[in-house]
């Protein structure tokens, strides 16, 4: 059974980079896709984007001029890189694993609260 | 904005049936599976539908899902308390070649 867990800073400043990070345990992260997903205060979810095992990744238009996400087949984890940060892009971040090119999220993290502030 | 619509909040009284909406466009529930999603509040969100009307092993069978054109729903039967979640519907998006996701739908079990 694979279990996701995210881990980064809470607390990022304005114009900064947010940097998360996805451990996965339980399981490999070859051969599957992984996808990091957010959820604003009082609001629905919003896909970010999603790295294959390989390396290619997939990014929602809204981001992808500031966005990167990588895998480190050797840690197991996937990371998420966010830049050039506003308090729009504070949300509790999630990471999950995507079953193909899909909506098909089988497991998920707990998410990780980020807050950009001064 | 999202991108699929659902209504912000259902409720229901135990044993009751609820069932939630979720309405998209041609490039999304009209061509593509429909996924539904539970959040409960410092949880790992949970799938309980895929494939529009499947479930995973281990969702009760009180859980139904069903497509319909560009709409989607989601149907709990025999409400239980447990059931006071977030639900959220999802869909891959042929012109976005991504996954949308509707606004969430706040179940209040009564």
């Known amino acids: 059974h694979v279990q996701l867990q995210e881990s980064g800073p809470g607390l990022v400043k304005p114009s900064e980079t947010l940097s998360l990070t996805c451990s996965v345990s339980?399981?490999?992260?070859?051969?599957?896709?992984w996808t990091w997903i957010r959820q604003s205060p009082g609001k629905g979810l919003e896909w970010i984007g999603y790295?294959?095992?390989?390396?290619?990744?997939t990014y929602h238009p809204s981001f992808k001029s500031r966005v990167a996400i990588s895998v480190d087949t050797s840690k197991n984890q996937v990371s998420l890189r966010l830049s050039s940060v506003t308090a729009a892009d504070t949300a509790v971040y999630f990471c999950?694993?995507?079953?193909?090119?899909?909506?098909?999220?089988?497991?998920w993290g707990q998410g990780t609260l980020v807050s950009v502030s001064s | 904005q999202s991108v699929l619509t659902q209504p912000p909040s259902a409720s229901g009284t135990p044993g009751q049936r609820v069932t939630i909406s979720c309405s998209g466009s041609t490039s999304n529930i009209g061509t593509n599976s429909v996924f539904w999603y539970q959040l409960l509040p410092g949880t790992a969100p949970k799938l309980l539908i895929f494939r529009s009307d499947e479930r995973p092993s281990g969702v009760p069978d009180r859980f139904s899902g069903s497509r319909s054109g560009t709409s989607a729903s989601l149907a709990i039967s025999g409400l239980r308390s447990e059931d006071e979640a977030d639900y959220y519907c999802a869909a891959w998006d042929d012109n976005m070649t991504g996954p949308v996701f509707g606004g969430g739908t706040k179940l209040t079990v009564l």
């Open positions: 790295v294959y095992s390989s390396g290619s990744t």
């Open positions: 339980g399981g490999s992260i070859n051969n599957y896709y």
């Open positions: 999950a694993r995507q079953l193909g090119i899909s909506v098909w999220l089988d497991s």
